[in-house]
């Protein structure tokens, strides 16, 4: 499925852009072929929406009229419900370097409950080990 975005230079009428992207596109990468669409110098874009009404989606992100979060960058454009539709967008050039990066996990200790004290050095707890006499008849009485 595919978006179709038609892209204005700060409210310019005179100059804009089609943009078609593919449902699985993440928004950085409309940011980035804005920026190569209109060879622009800076680094960092935002986007602004332009919208009648909120276009919702049962289980998706509302898609309101106004300023794009940076941190919606990392998501693809299939979370929001604008498959095959057409949306006005506008951009606004940043000075700053905005990047956005996705945050990876640390994954090894998953499910398993690590003291807030252990958690910043990464230390395992300490095992205790265990010493059975296996002749001792208190540890091991007989079963008959």
Do not use: A, H, W
């Not at 990392?74 to 057409?86: A, C, G």
Request: proline share 5%; charged share 35%; aromatic share 8%.
């Amino acid at each position: 499925m595919t978006i179709k975005f038609i892209v204005q230079r700060n409210n310019e009428n005179d100059e804009s852009i089609e943009i078609i992207m593919d449902n699985n596109s993440y928004i950085k990468d409309l940011k980035t072929k804005i920026i190569e669409e209109f060879n622009l110098k800076c680094n960092c874009i935002d986007i602004y929406v332009k919208t009648e009404r909120p276009i919702r989606g049962m289980g998706k992100y509302t898609l309101e009229e106004g300023i794009l979060q940076r941190s919606m960058d990392n998501y693809k454009m299939d979370k929001f419900n604008i498959e095959n539709k057409t949306l006005l967008i506008d951009f606004v050039e940043l000075e700053e370097n905005y990047v956005s990066e996705n945050k990876k996990r640390d994954t090894v200790n998953r499910g398993r409950y690590i003291p807030p004290r252990l958690r910043e050095k990464n230390i395992d707890p300490p095992k205790k080990e265990i010493q059975l006499d296996l002749n001792d008849m208190n540890e091991f009485p007989p079963l008959c």
